[in-house]
T-cell receptor
Framework: GESVGLHLPTLSVQEGDNSIINCAYSNSASDYFIWYKQESGKGPQFIIDIRSNMDKRQGQRVTVLLNKTVKHLSLQIAATQPGDSAVYFCAENSDNFNKFYFGSGTKLNVKP | GAVVSQHPSRVICKSGTSVKIECRSLDFQATTMFWYRQFPKQSLMLMATSNEGSKATYEQGVEKDKFLINHASLTLSTLTVTSAHPEDSSFYIC???????????FGDGTRLSIL
């Protein structure tokens, strides 16, 4: 089902460091996961996705890791930049791709 | 590619007014569209899922007579907040996807403020 956060946890990192953002998902039957980036006042922007038959997928400066055993997803951002500052959400697919539920989100602050 | 346009971006209106929000997929056919609501510093809450040409499926606790959804074509879905009240003030976001194992793509949201 849907998990909604009451407040956003914050991760502060120094520019140039690597960032790791974590997400626990709720439905063991979910088989498709997406990470989104949301800047203030805007809609979420697709970053990277992963299907349940994989445990790792890499994009440009980003890596997503999936651990189905503990229902955990992580997003790693290499060489974090000020432009990466935003709120990051994971989303899990349910019901044959007809529904996507969002995690509670993490606010990433990148200090110059 | 995969651009979703949402309009208007901001609405301020009096209590009791009905407000219509449009969501358009500009460069792909959106067989499924989703409507979310987001309160400050919170996650996106799925309100309803609509497939082109059929009735929307509402999440538990979302009043279908309050939030009317129409998905009449493969590029347009509308959400009408009927007789809006201050507690309906929120950030409403739509998303759209094609068939199959694909991500959804989001509009930039509508900030609704009811006075």
């Amino acid at each position: 089902g849907e998990s909604v956060g009451l407040h956003l946890p914050t991760l502060s990192v120094q520019e140039g460091d690597n960032s790791i953002i974590n997400c626990a998902y709720s439905n063991s039957a979910s088989d498709y996961f997406i990470w989104y980036k949301q800047e203030s006042g805007k809609g979420p922007q697709f970053i990277i996705d992963i299907r349940s038959n994989m445990d790792k997928r890499q994009g440009q400066r980003v890596t997503v890791l999936l651990n189905k055993t503990v229902k955990h997803l992580s997003l790693q951002i290499a060489a974090t930049q000020p432009g990466d500052s935003a709120v990051y959400f994971c989303a899990e697919n349910s019901d044959n791709f007809n529904k996507f539920y969002f995690g509670s989100g993490t606010k990433l602050n990148v200090k110059p | 590619g995969a651009v979703v346009s949402q309009h208007p971006s901001r609405v301020i209106c009096k209590s009791g007014t009905s407000v219509k929000i449009e969501c358009r997929s500009l460069d792909f056919q959106a067989t499924t569209m989703f409507w979310y609501r987001q309160f400050p510093k919170q996650s996106l809450m799925l309100m309803a899922t609509s497939n082109e040409g059929s009735k929307a499926t509402y999440e538990q606790g979302v009043e279908k007579d309050k939030f009317l959804i129409n998905h009449a074509s493969l590029t347009l879905s509308t959400l009408t907040v009927t007789s809006a009240h201050p507690e309906d003030s929120s950030f409403y976001i739509c998303s759209a996807k094609t068939t199959g194992n694909q991500p959804q793509h989001f509009g930039d949201g509508t900030r609704l403020s009811i006075l």
